[in-house]
Each structure stands twice: as structure tokens, then as C-alpha cells.
DNA sequence: TGGTTCGAAACACGCC
DNA sequence: GGCGTGTTTCGAACCA
């Protein structure tokens, strides 16, 4: 192989090795967050509700306004009670 | 390889096409579900909101409420209106 | 006008019916699947393998071409650097 | 007394929050991974492969045994019924 | 910006 | 009834 080609090779593990570790820390992250779930079920929170809340927190405004809008249009246009939520 | 291990062998092989064929016609399924979607996606349906809705229907009545209610607490305790949803 | 107006009711209550009757037949041939497994088992097969190997059986179509692709995949990684060669 | 008094507010949104906070650290890891793949393909080298090859790699942890294991799953699906022989 | 593709998260199932 | 596995679903990232 050339200088040229061994350069490039050498080049591309690098880039590949950061973004793998990179990755690593990533899923360490991840791993901590599951870590405050359990946490969180132990103590007896509803996990899936607090999912749904932190989602709610994340959107935007105006976004989760124009979800339930049009849900609520559907659930009416099926003859459903929305206030059955 | 004995009669015995043979006979063994073809109910096993047989048990597993049977399975395999089942689950061939499952992706069927799952594929026209898919095309549903799409076709309502096209007549400008939301389909998140029409999943949203199927699974409204598919849970017990007061598997829903329950949940509004776990999310209205925790809502409250966090001092988020509900109204906002 | 209400809400209702605003979507096409009846074609979205088709639409909902039909993504929930497939949804139905899917969860039929779920349980035949679940059938075959428990006969299966009743017969003295070990489920978990069999499951196993229809798993691999399903990988294995299309291996090959996949094997070939490896070397394809590093080569086309520094495929742009050779242009520099 | 109102639905608030049932859940130890301070204790909720203290594991929220750390979720939150977990869940931004995350984001910025996979900007930075982002970033690697964009300066990578600013020098010309092919992301979707790279990509490919890091998925590759990462799989082949473990292949080894994953290999041997194939042979096994077969006998281990005809196990119990090799009792009968 | 919208569609597509991909990986990760949520769900459902069977097992223990 | 909880756990682990496998499937399905969802959101994010990339391309056009």
C-alpha cells in the first residue's frame, strides 16, 4: 500500500474509533437513565407517566395542543366521548 | 440414524414449517395493516392520532381513565395544567 | 359547525374498522403460532430452540449476498480516497 | 385533600429532572457523533459505510460463539426425543 | 422541508 | 407476578 492509502486508512479508524467511543458514552448515558427509572418504579412512581410527562415537556407548546385537537376531532367524529379520558 | 430419530425429526421439521408458514401469513397481515395507513395517510388522515384512537378502543374503559388520572397528578404535583392537554 | 365537520367521519370510522379487523385476524394467527409451540412442547421438543432455529433459518436467506458485502463495504469506506491515489 | 397530596412532589420532579438532564447529555454525545460523521465525509470518506463497518464491528463481539452454537440448537430441538431412542 | 431509513424504546408473550 | 426475550412501534437522522 502506499503512503497515500495507509494515510486515508489510518484516517478512517480514527474517525470510526471516536465515533465509537462516542457510541460508548452514549449508551452509558442511556444506561444512567434507565438507572433513574428503576430508581423511580422502586419508589413507586408510574414510570410510563413519567414518560409521558417528560414527552409533554419536550414538545413544544403549541404541539401537544394540536395532537389532542385533532384526537378529540376523531374520537367526535366517531361518536366516542372524549371526556371518557 | 434410527427409525426412532427420523420420525422425531420429520414431526419436528414438519411443526416447524407449520410455524414458519403461520408466521409468513402474519407479515401478510401486518402488511396490509400497513397499506390501511398508508391509504389513510394519502386521504390526509392523521395516523398517529387514528393509532391513538385503535388503541383507545382496544384497552378496558377504565384502563384509560386510570391513566388520565396517574397523569393529571403528576401533572399537578409538578404545577403543569392539564388544561393545557 | 362543529369539529366533526371537519373530517370525512364515515371514512375514517372504514378505515379505523378495517385496521381493526386485520389487527384481529393478526392476533388469530398469533395464537395458532402459540398452538404449534405448545403441541410442540406437549410432544417433547424444546421450543426455545425451535424458536432459535427459525430464526436462523429466516437470517440465513439472503446471507450470502450479505457475506459479499463486507468487503465491498471497506472498500467503498476508502473507495473515494483512492480517487487521491 | 387534592390528588397533589398523593404523590411526593419534590421526589418527582427531582427524577424528572435528572432524566431531563440525563436525556440533553445524550443529545450532545449524538451531536458530537454527528459532527465525526460530517467532518468524515468533508474529507471524503463514505458515512454509509463507515457506518456499515461500525455496525460490523460491533456485532462480531461474540460471533465466535454464536457460530458454535448453531449445531447445538439443532441437537438441543431433538434433545428430549433422543431420551426416547 | 418531506420522505425514507435506521436504531432505540415500548409492548406483548412465554417462562419461571 | 416479575423477568427476559422477541416483535412492533416510535422518533431521530439522513437524503433528496
Do not use: H, P
Amino acid at each position: 500500500m502506499s503512503n497515500v492509502a495507509n494515510v486515508a486508512a489510518d484516517e478512517l479508524r480514527l474517525l470510526i474509533e471516536r465515533a465509537e467511543r462516542l457510541a460508548d458514552e452514549k449508551s452509558g448515558i442511556a444506561e444512567d437513565i434507565s438507572d433513574v427509572f428503576k430508581e423511580a418504579k422502586a419508589r413507586g412512581f408510574d414510570t410510563k407517566a413519567m414518560k409521558t410527562i417528560i414527552a409533554i415537556r419536550k414538545k413544544e407548546q403549541g404541539k401537544v395542543q394540536e395532537e389532542m385537537t385533532v384526537l378529540e376531532t376523531y374520537l367526535s367524529a366517531l361518536g366516542m366521548q372524549y371526556a371518557m379520558l
